[in-house]
């Protein structure tokens, strides 16, 4: 009951990388750089047992960033003639590569982190890619078209690239592959409409525990600007959680603490795990174990206890790594205060 995890991507130490950024540069290259990833991989999965969570992954910690990590193993993708592009419905600029032909893996994209992670935990893993509509979204396309039919096709086809990745984590011995998609929260009824059914493509013939992670983004300025747009009720989930409810995923990764989401719409997912954000990464302040464990209370007035998974609201990536480690802290200790608090209720 309440096993505990984080949303995916913790931050990289600066012998490996740009600290406090979201795109940071590599420190190293080479055999140097695969070693440094090697070594950021290990350290935080050690903290992330030593932390108590349940549930661990590798942080990311060989990705430049969760999109850009898998595209650089896709054929068809040119790194070398970025663009400025708005993304997230323009809701900030980043410097993305083009879609220039038809997409094809080049090999295994994730093989050696998640094999390394494998080989270093008896714990549960998880796994975590980009879904594909959020990925169609940190693209230029020069290909597919740039009309809704042509978004529509490139989804899929980036889906039929990552369900070949999928299985093949799923036989390194991933136990949950999480497809990240926070455009989800921004393109509300294409999600419903068509990236729920992109999402379904790319986990097709999974059998391990699968789950799509949906939030309201990074701990990053623009991020946190836009939701000061939002209202005193954000109700984006309303719209995507309902098709997703009817979907084959397993879990569903939700933001909730420090947000104004309606914790009613949890309901909504009703016959789903349901991985609850008790952790803020949108600020640097410790949560206490009674926050955590009241957040968790209060997700239990609507998700059933064997199905409440506490997780973080987004990755920690841009954070100061000692402020990631006692987030962890805290999930774990204040989860532990939500189990004391069934029993003794």
């Known amino acids: 009951m309440f096993e505990t995890s984080i949303a995916g991507s913790l931050p990289k130490p600066a012998w490996l990388a740009e600290t406090n950024k979201l795109w940071p540069q590599w420190r190293a290259e080479g055999d140097e750089l695969l070693q440094a990833k090697a070594d950021a991989t290990l350290l935080w999965i050690k903290a992330q047992e030593d932390a108590g969570l349940d549930i661990v992954c590798d942080g990311e910690q060989s990705r430049q960033h969760f999109v850009h990590g898998f595209l650089e193993q896709v054929e068809g993708i040119d790194f070398e003639h970025k663009v400025k592009m708005g993304i997230r419905d323009n809701r900030y600029d980043a410097m993305v590569p083009q879609v220039v032909s038809a997409l094809r893996l080049k090999g295994r994209v994730h093989a050696f982190e998640a094999q390394l992670a494998r080989a270093h935990t008896r714990k549960k893993l998880k796994f975590t890619l980009p879904g594909p509509m959020t990925i169609v979204d940190t693209v230029a396309d020069r290909f597919y078209g740039s009309d809704a039919e042509g978004r529509v096709k490139m989804a899929f086809a980036f889906a039929e690239l990552l369900n070949q990745e999928a299985l093949a984590l799923q036989a390194d011995g991933v136990d949950i592959i999480q497809f990240d998609e926070p455009a989800f929260n921004v393109y509300m009824k294409d999600a419903a409409d068509w990236g729920v059914q992109a999402l379904e493509r790319a986990v097709q013939g999974l059998s391990c525990t699968t789950a799509v992670h949906i939030c309201y983004g990074y701990g990053i300025k623009a991020n946190t600007d836009w939701k000061s747009t939002l209202g005193d009720e954000w109700r984006q989930y309303e719209t995507v959680f309902p098709a997703l409810a009817r979907s084959s995923i397993d879990q569903v990764s939700l933001e909730c603490i420090h947000s104004h989401v309606p ?29 955590v464990a009241d957040t968790i209370g209060r997700a239990l007035e609507f998700v059933p206890k064997e199905r409440l998974f506490p997780c973080t609201n987004c990755g920690l990536a841009p954070m100061a790594r000692n402020v990631a480690w006692r987030k962890l802290q805290a999930l774990a200790e204040g989860t532990r205060l939500a189990k004391e608090r069934l029993v003794t209720a």
């Open 263 to 291: 914790p009613d719409l949890m309901k909504l997912l009703a016959g789903k795990d349901v991985m609850v954000g008790v952790i803020d990464v949108a600020s640097d302040v410790i949560e206490t174990p009674e926050e």
